[in-house]
């Protein structure tokens, strides 16, 4: 055990080294090397509603020289994070940009229905038109999916203004206005407009050919909506207009003024926006075309992926940090009674034994993979305003963790009372029957862990205005007001889960096969995850060869909340692969499925609730 902590010590130092390195390195991304300041930026709406965002100003912008401005937006159920893409490669080549929380998103203040919400961006553009160093006449919108949406939206309103405030627009993942029952249109005028429509886009994108059947959305270039927009608003059938091409800027005459249409066709899932170097390569093109960069440099040199390298870095520092901070606590002398022996090694699992434990956990994965969608639906997880639970992805998932824990619980003392015992199983040696004096310092000492674990992230975002983050993984602050919204019902709903979790992985299911440690480990992660690998994997595999969704048929709205919820399976990848990683190496040490379980549930509930879209 002394040597254990040595190690410890050691893989601490090395993890805070890490982290350190992670914020230093992404700030200076970020930053583009200390060139671009940031601004941590909170404002008051025309609507009387407060809008929280980070603001990027390049070195020599001024009041005598400014720059245009872009105004960038996340999706629904996301935050100005997800933007770092756009927001690092724009400011680096001299844009102002305003990465926005929308409404009830990050910190912006929390709204009670979808179209408050899609007032954002136009709010946000009031804003940065009134920043004396941005140059009014070149301001340009991009949104992703929602965003995207209320781009649209600020369009539509900036169309009534006197003067308009718009000059250019790039829709990510989402569709553009193509007109009515009456027929095509063009709402955007003379303003430059672009789209980035990812060819395996699950939401949009979708057309209807002269059969009156649904295209696919890897079809869409070469149908009505797009041939229109790419056209400016004319119907490319009756007037038998050529074919016009993705990734080709067009242009026309209104008013007098030049306006350029583009649709860049990157082979990509929605979600993958926020991760691809295709999307970005299109978004930087477009605003280069459309508003001139100051310092202008090739779409093709990004830097973003350094961002996202140095990111994980202190991901994987983050957890090492965890890991073994909560082992060296344990060797003090308030926890020491939490501390077992000597390090937990796995039994030799018998023949039987191996038998009974692939047939336990095939029965929990298949559970938790035909009622996901199903505890979803029923929860109303989609829900566009607020009626009972002000964050309802985190509640719908919440309640499926909480049935996953239920069944979980049945099948490892049904196990017990039927198989377990007569084999050996002992309650008080597996860690299950744990002291009363010893489950308040489980308690405490979980709760010390998550604080030490949160208060890295917040002393990366005050010193260095970084989080850490991988596409749709972020470990990111939370205020007060999402730190009480937490603690119930959501933590409840979690923290149960994952102490059932770990009480099945540690307790129940630890042992030797072959005499290889690491197979078993191995063997109970591929099960813990497989429910959200099956789901992405029937509804992505049916995707790419048919061109439509398994779940959530893109031509029915009734099965459209299924578009959505699985998309949200893609972070359970990590954090299902990750959680028993840490469950397991606290076990070792403390002979306790509690604490890792206590520990891993207040963890995941406040990324949860940090990350997404909060009802007012």
């Known amino acids: 055990m002394n040597r254990l902590k040595g190690r410890s010590k050691l893989f601490l130092i090395i993890s805070l080294c890490m982290m350190l390195i992670s914020m230093l390195g992404a700030s200076l991304i970020q930053t583009s090397g200390g060139r671009v300041n940031i601004t941590e930026l909170t404002f008051e709406t025309d609507l009387g509603l407060t809008m929280s965002g980070r603001l990027f100003v390049p070195d020599g ?53 979808t179209p408050v919400i899609l007032q954002s961006m136009d709010q946000a553009v009031q804003m940065i038109a009134r920043i004396g160093y941005v140059d009014s006449s070149r301001i340009g919108v991009s949104g992703h999916s929602l965003g995207a949406m209320s781009s649209n939206i600020a369009v539509t309103i900036d169309n009534e203004r006197e003067v308009p405030l718009i000059s250019a627009v790039l829709l990510n993942s989402a569709d553009a206005v193509y007109g009515t029952e009456e027929g095509f249109l063009n709402i955007y005028g003379s303003r430059h407009v672009g789209i980035v429509a990812p060819m395996h886009e699950e939401f949009f994108m979708l057309d209807v050919d002269e059969y009156g059947y649904v295209t696919p959305p890897r079809e869409f270039i070469y149908h009505h909506n797009a041939q229109s927009f790419l056209h400016f608003g004319e119907d490319p059938a009756e007037l038998a207009l050529p074919q016009r091409e993705a ?71 983050i957890v090492i940090f965890l890991v073994n901070f909560v082992t060296l606590m344990v060797f003090t002398p308030l926890f020491a009674s939490l501390r077992a022996r000597e390090v937990v090694e796995p039994q030799p699992i018998e023949r039987g034994g191996i038998f009974w434990l692939f047939v ?119 205020g007060p007001d999402l730190l009480r919204l937490g603690l119930f019902p959501y933590m409840l709903f979690f923290v ?108 995941i509930t406040m990324m949860a609730v940090a990350n997404t879209l909060t009802w007012g």
């Open 247 to 317: 990734g080709t800027f067009y242009r026309s005459n209104f008013d007098g003024e030049e306006a350029i249409r583009v649709i860049y066709n990157p082979s990509i899932i929605h979600p993958w926006a926020h991760f691809s170097t295709e999307a970005t390569y299109g978004t930087i093109a477009f605003f280069e075309e459309a508003l001139g960069a100051p310092n202008p440099i090739a779409p093709s040199n990004q830097i973003w992926q350094w961002k996202v390298a140095f990111n994980t870095l202190g991901l994987i520092g």
């Open 496 to 603: 149960l889960f994952f102490v059932v979790n770990s009480i099945s992985l540690n307790s129940f299911n630890y042992g030797t096969i072959g005499g290889k440690k690491w197979t078993n480990t191995l063997i109970v992660i591929i099960f813990n995850v497989l429910p959200a690998v099956v789901l992405l994997v029937m509804q992505y595999g049916t995707f790419m060869t048919t061109g439509f969704l398994l779940f959530g048929d893109h031509a029915s709205a009734a099965q459209a909340p299924y578009h959505m919820f699985v998309v949200w399976l893609f972070p359970f990848l990590v954090l299902l692969t990750v959680t028993p990683l840490i469950s397991r190496q606290i076990y070792k040490v403390t002979n306790n499925p509690y604490l890792p379980g206590i520990i891993n549930g207040i963890i």
């Open 61 to 113: 912008v001024t009041l005598e020289n400014p720059a245009p401005a872009i105004v960038v937006s996340h999706g629904m159920f996301n935050n100005n994070g997800m933007q770092d893409l756009n927001f690092v490669e724009l400011s680096r080549r001299g844009f102002v940009v305003f990465a926005m929380d929308m409404f009830s998103h990050g910190n912006s203040e929390r709204v009670e229905a």
């Open 360 to 478: 336990t956990l095939s029965i929990g994965a298949i559970f938790g993979t035909l009622t996901y969608l199903p505890i979803l639906r029923a929860t109303d997880a989609f829900r566009h305003t607020t009626e009972t639970f002000r964050q309802t992805q985190t509640f719908g998932i919440g309640m499926w963790a909480l049935a996953c824990a239920g069944f979980g619980l049945i099948l490892m003392f049904g196990y017990y009372l039927l198989i377990g015992r007569n084999k050996g199983v002992n309650l008080h040696q597996n860690g299950v029957i744990i002291s009363v004096p010893n489950l308040g310092k489980t308690i405490l000492l979980a709760v010390i862990s998550v604080t030490m674990f949160f208060g890295v992230v917040f002393f990366a975002d005050y010193f260095f205005m970084t989080d850490f983050r991988i596409w749709v993984v972020a470990i990111r602050p939370f």
